[in-house]
């Protein structure tokens, strides 16, 4: 699975947009970009996942690069309880692998008032 | 649907004590995962199950923890004996095998501290 790269921390004002970057410039062409997140003391969330195009589900918008290399989360109206730990995690498609998530350190978003 | 069960959320043992988890997966997942997350790093791969056979145990330190899962639903990990680097929470999750890109659904994990 590819490697990704992601800021250690990001502030955010509550009502503004979150923005998350996430960097996977050697993902390869069957490989999907998954968020997940985690609030303290719980397990990590599905947010979304994507391929190619951009999708938009009632969580969050992913954002993904015409060449691939990277995509952005974005959390139209972040709130306080959006401060957690975001993930970016390169899967191969469920044919090719295991299904299993490989996760990094992840982005802490703290969402201040 | 109701997510997935972990039980105890929290226990504490001593050191080369034994202590096994419980996890119940979402109805009708066919695949389970066992993660360790240690405290400021992400989740990592212990072991994960295909119904009841074991697909990836590559990561499972084998000389202490064990895994399994009976009859396909639920599973059980346990560590034997303990070490005091076994501090962590252990997460379970599971997924509807079988449906192209289906996520993965995680327990709230069990915290686990060794003294």
């Known amino acids: 699975d590819a490697k990704t790269t992601q800021p250690t921390s990001m502030d955010c004002a509550e009502g503004r947009a979150a923005n998350l970057p996430c960097n996977h410039s050697?993902?390869?062409?069957?490989?999907?970009v998954y968020w997940y997140r985690q609030i303290h003391s719980q397990g990590p969330q599905y947010i979304i996942h994507?391929?190619?195009n951009n999708e938009t589900n009632e969580m969050a918008s992913l954002i993904i690069t015409e060449d691939r290399k990277s995509s952005t989360l974005i959390l139209p109206h972040a709130t306080l309880r959006d401060t957690a730990v975001y993930y970016c995690?390169?899967?191969?498609?469920?044919?090719?692998?295991?299904?299993?998530?490989?996760f990094g350190q992840g982005t802490t978003l703290q969402v201040k008032p | 649907e109701a997510g997935v069960a972990q039980s105890p959320r929290y226990k504490i043992i001593e050191k080369r004590q034994s202590v096994a988890f419980w996890c119940n997966p979402i109805?009708?997942?066919?695949?389970l995962y066992w993660y360790q997350q240690i405290l400021g790093q992400g989740p990592k791969l212990l072991i994960q199950?295909?119904?009841?056979?074991?697909?990836?145990d590559s990561q499972l330190p084998k000389d202490r923890f064990s895994a399994e899962r009976l009859k396909g639903v639920d599973s059980t990990l346990k560590i034997q004996p303990a070490k005091l680097e076994d501090s962590a929470v252990y997460l379970c999750?599971?997924?509807?095998?079988?449906?192209?890109?289906?996520?993965?659904?995680f327990g709230n994990g069990t915290r686990l501290t060794v003294t």
């Open positions: 999750a599971s997924r509807a095998g079988g449906r192209g890109n289906s996520p993965l659904h």
């Open positions: 050697t993902i390869s062409g069957n490989e999907y």
């Open positions: 994507g391929l190619k």
């Open positions: 995690i390169v899967r191969l498609s469920y044919s090719s692998n295991t299904g299993k998530l490989i």
């Open positions: 109805s009708g997942h066919a695949t």
């Open positions: 199950f295909q119904n009841n056979g074991v697909v990836d």
